[in-house]
């Protein structure tokens, strides 16, 4: 059982269009993190959220921590084609920073 | 700033055999992190160390080991190894002074491990 669902598992678009990726859990979290990653490679941390109810821009990524610290969303504005990869949340319990709990991930391909 | 390097990229085993993974972090953090991940179960937890010592484990049976050198270097070890061992197996480092701000991990980018 996954403590951090993910939605949607896939998602195909075209070029342009917005997006919005979740990550939901019953668990509350002290930080959240949001990672992409590609065929064959690690990933790579785009962000870190902490407080509930916090907004974090990364040019056209938007990162929302929900206010009970229990969910997370993650929404892109005119998705490019090298957005296309593996998006992953990962979450930390109470004080415990270094045992991350991941989601499933949303497989993303954005379409030229 | 070199980044976290995992050695070997690829590696085939037999089943029943036992394989060790290395892993280098990031200079200056002294936190390692073992994650598994496979297309079923995503990323899961195996273990941390910090400072030579293991401070959190994840529900992987104990064929699955591993170690940190007094460089923060880290192995992790897998003995008679199974089928369902093939994975890629990630090493994450952070550096853990403490405060939330400390707490990004960083992946290298990882050891797939073929079991045949």
């Known amino acids: 059982t996954q403590l951090l669902e993910q939605s949607p598992q896939f998602l195909s678009i075209q070029e342009g269009e917005n997006l919005t990726v979740y990550c939901n859990s019953s668990?509350?979290?002290?930080?959240l993190q949001w990672y992409r990653q590609e065929p064959g490679e690690g990933p790579v941390l785009l962000v870190t959220?902490?407080?509930?109810?916090e907004v974090k821009k990364l040019k056209r990524l938007t990162f929302q921590f929900g206010d009970a610290r229990k969910d997370s969303s993650l929404h892109i504005t005119a998705a490019q084609p090298g957005d296309t990869g593996l998006y992953l949340c990962?979450?930390?319990?109470?004080?415990?920073?270094?045992?991350?709990?991941f989601g499933s991930g949303t497989k993303l391909n954005v379409k030229p | 700033k070199a980044g976290v390097t995992q050695t070997p990229r690829y590696l085939i085993k037999t089943r029943g055999q036992q394989v060790t993974l290395s892993c280098s972090p990031i200079?200056?953090?002294?936190?390692v992190s073992w994650y598994q991940q496979t297309p079923g179960q995503g990323l899961q937890f195996l273990f941390e160390?910090?400072?030579?010592?293991?401070?959190n484990k994840g529900n992987f049976p104990g064929r699955f080991s591993g170690r940190q050198f007094s460089n923060s270097r880290s192995e992790m070890n897998v003995s008679t190894l199974e089928l369902g061992d093939s994975a890629l197996y990630l090493c994450?480092?952070?550096?853990?002074?403490?405060?939330?701000?400390?707490?990004?991990?960083?992946f290298g980018q990882g050891t797939r491990l073929t079991v045949v």
């Open positions: 994450a480092s952070s550096r853990n002074r403490g405060g939330l701000s400390n707490t990004e991990a960083f």
């Open positions: 668990s509350v979290f002290s930080s």
């Open positions: 959220v902490v407080t509930g109810g």
């Open positions: 990962a979450g930390a319990e109470g004080n415990n920073f270094n045992k991350f709990y």
């Open positions: 200079s200056g953090h002294r936190s």
């Open positions: 160390y910090f400072s030579e010592t293991q401070r």
